[in-house]
C-alpha cells in the first residue's frame, strides 16, 4: 500500500506555524505585511490572488492588493513596485503572474528588491540558492521540499529525477534537491527514453505541464512520486501530470492532486513573507 501524502494536512501545519511567528513579531511590535499586485482580471489569477488573502487573513499577515487595470503601461507598474520596494511597512511584494502581453514580465521581476521577492523569482534569489546562500525560494519547489521531510522522506543519497526545467518549478527543484544531497538528474522535452531516465528515481517529481503524462512504465517500483502538475479536466475535475491510479500501486508514496504540491505553494508564500519580515527585524535590532 503506498502512503498518501497529505499536503493539506502539511499545509495547514506550515500556516499554523507561520501564525506563531506572526504573533511572536507582533509581541515585538512588528507587523508583516504582504502587497499583491494584480494586473488585469484573468479569473484564474484572481482565484488565486483572493486564495493568498485569506491565507494571510489567517496567519494574521496584512495583505494589501493594488488592482490595476489590464491597460495599465508598464512604467506604471514599474512605479508601483519602487513605490512598495521604498515603503519600510511592506516586507513581501507578489506581482501576480501571468501579465498582459504588453508588459514585460522579466523587468518588473528584477525591480522587485530581493529582500521583498517573497516568489523568489528575482536573480538574485536565484542566484543565491545556487550557491547556497540565504534568500527566498520559489514557493513550488520549496513545498515539495517541505512535503518530503515532514512526511519522513529521505532525500540525502537518493536518485532523484525531476522532469522538466522551468525557472519557477524544475530548475529550483533540482537546486534544492542537490542542497540535500540528492543525486540529481534532470529531464525536459530533449531527453533522449525519458522512461529509461525516469525508471531510475527513487523520488520522482514531475512537472511536465501535461495531463496524466506520467504512467505505471516510467515509474520504479518502490519510488516516491511527486506530482507538481495541476489541470482541469472537462468534467471540471482537477488532474496532476501522474496518472494517479496507473502509478500509485507501484509507489512507496505519492501526492494526490488535488491535496498534495498544489496547496503547499501559499504556505510557502506565507513562509517566505514573514521569514522576510524576521530577517529585517533581526537586522535592525
Ligand atoms: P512549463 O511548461 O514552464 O515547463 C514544462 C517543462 O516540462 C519544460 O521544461 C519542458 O521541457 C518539459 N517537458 C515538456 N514536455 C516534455 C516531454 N514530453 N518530456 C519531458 N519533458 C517535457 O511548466 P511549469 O514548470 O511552469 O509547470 C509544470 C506543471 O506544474 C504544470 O502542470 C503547472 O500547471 C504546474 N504548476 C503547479 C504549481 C502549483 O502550485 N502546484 C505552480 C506552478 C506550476 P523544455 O524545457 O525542453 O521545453
Do not use: W
Not at 200 to 211: F, N, S
Amino acid at each position: 500500500m503506498s502512503y498518501i501524502i497529505d499536503g493539506k494536512a502539511i499545509s495547514a501545519q506550515i500556516k499554523e506555524e507561520c501564525r506563531e511567528r506572526v504573533e511572536r513579531l507582533r509581541e515585538k511590535g512588528v507587523s508583516v505585511t504582504l502587497a499583491v499586485v494584480l494586473v488585469g482580471d484573468d479569473p484564474a489569477s484572481c482565484v488565486y490572488v483572493n486564495n493568498k488573502k485569506k491565507a494571510c487573513e489567517f496567519c494574521g499577515i496584512e495583505s494589501r492588493t493594488y488592482e490595476l487595470s489590464a491597460d495599465t503601461t508598464q512604467q506604471e507598474v514599474l512605479n508601483l513596485v519602487q513605490t512598495l520596494n521604498a515603503d519600510e511597512s511592506v516586507n513581501g511584494i507578489l506581482v501576480q503572474l501571468p501579465l498582459p502581453e504588453h508588459i514585460d514580465e522579466n523587468e518588473i521581476i528584477y525591480a522587485i528588491s530581493p529582500e521583498k521577492d517573497v516568489d523568489g523569482f528575482h536573480p538574485y534569489n536565484v542566484g543565491a540558492l545556487s550557491i547556497g546562500l540565504p534568500g527566498h525560494v520559489s514557493c513550488t519547489p520549496a513545498g515539495v521540499i517541505e512535503l518530503l521531510k515532514r512526511s519522513n522522506i529521505e532525500i540525502s543519497g537518493k536518485h532523484c529525477v525531476v522532469v522538466g526545467r522551468s525557472n519557477i518549478v524544475g530548475k529550483p527543484m533540482s537546486m534544492l534537491l542537490l542542497r540535500e544531497n540528492g543525486t540529481v538528474t534532470v529531464a525536459h522535452s530533449k531527453t533522449a527514453d525519458l522512461k529509461a531516465v525516469t525508471s531510475q528515481a527513487d523520488i520522482l517529481v514531475v512537472a511536465v505541464g501535461k495531463p496524466k503524462f506520467i504512467t505505471e512504465e516510467y515509474v520504479k517500483e518502490g519510488a516516491v512520486v511527486i506530482d507538481v502538475g495541476i489541470h482541469r479536466m472537462d468534467n471540471k475535475k482537477l488532474c496532476g501530470d501522474v496518472d494517479f491510479d496507473r502509478v500509485e500501486p507501484k509507489t512507496k508514496a505519492i501526492t494526490p492532486v488535488p491535496g498534495g504540491v498544489g496547496v503547499m505553494t501559499i504556505a510557502m508564500l506565507m513562509h517566505n513573507c514573514v521569514t522576510a519580515a524576521e530577517r529585517k527585524e533581526c537586522y535592525e535590532r
